[in-house]
């Protein structure tokens, strides 16, 4: 098993959302809790871009807004962890 399929696979077995970013805030993927609080599926966020505030430094406790399918928006409270995937800097947000 890669590495890059373990952290897929521990994500996927996360109880609580979980995505994996680039830099610039697209999404690579989607943990099915994820999808659930987004009310989209995996494949429909992917390249779909975060509304979220990363700076330079590690994220551990910030609070933001995400925008939802039906056009409302979920006040969420998110870690940013950054990370490599694939030999591409990322981050996993959850």
């Known amino acids: 098993m890669t590495s890059g ?4 696979q521990l994500l996927g077995d996360m109880p609580t959302p979980a995505l994996l970013t ?3 805030r697209k999404v690579l993927y989607a943990n099915s809790a994820a ?9 429909e966020l992917r390249d779909r871009t975060l509304p ?3 700076n330079n430094q590690d ?3 910030s609070v ?3 925008d939802i399918a039906d056009g409302s928006q979920c006040p969420v409270r998110y ?3 950054p990370t490599f995937w694939h030999d591409q800097q990322v981050r996993l947000v959850h």
Request: hydrophobic residues 50%; charged residues 15%; without cysteine.
């Open 5 to 8: 399929s373990l952290l897929l």
């Open 22 to 24: 680039t830099l610039k």
């Open 35 to 43: 999808e659930t609080l987004l009310k989209q599926s995996d494949s």
């Open 52 to 54: 979220l505030s990363f």
């Open 59 to 61: 994220s551990f406790n």
């Open 64 to 66: 933001a807004l995400l």
């Open 79 to 81: 870690f940013s962890v």
